[in-house]
């Protein structure tokens, strides 16, 4: 019954900014840490950005700088600010939770946004 849904993607011009949002719902006791991965076409899964129960972040180096991920606990959400986007920042972002609804925690995915720079 837990669902993990993103939303926000979009097209946008190189060097401008998009933001993304997840919001996890369900019967959920708990989460973890959550994270934004992205996969473009012909490459493999990739982490974006994460973020720690307590907040503390972790980017790719890709990204440092120009990315920034976000939560707020209480509601279960997760949003990445992006700037300066680039053709290569291209990709399905997925939102992950690390949750439980009872006991132990398990990984949850969301379905994915497309996010589209172009040049």
């Known amino acids: 019954q837990v669902q993990v849904v993103e939303s926000g993607g979009g097209l946008v011009q190189a060097g401008g900014s998009l933001s993304v949002s997840c919001k996890a719902s369900g019967n959920i006791a708990s989460i973890n840490n959550m994270a934004w991965y992205r996969q473009a076409p012909g490459k493999q899964r990739e982490l974006v950005a994460e973020?720690?129960?307590?907040?503390?972040?972790n980017y790719a180096d890709a990204v440092k700088g120009r990315f920034t991920i976000s939560r707020d606990n209480a509601k279960n959400t997760v949003a990445l600010q992006m700037n300066s986007l680039r053709p290569e920042d291209t990709a399905v972002y997925y939102c992950?939770?690390?949750?439980?609804?009872?006991?132990?925690?398990?990984?949850?995915w969301g379905q994915g946004t497309q996010v589209t720079v172009s040049s």
């Open positions: 973020i720690s129960r307590e907040g503390t972040t």
């Open positions: 992950y939770a690390r949750l439980r609804t009872g006991f132990y925690y398990n990984d949850y």
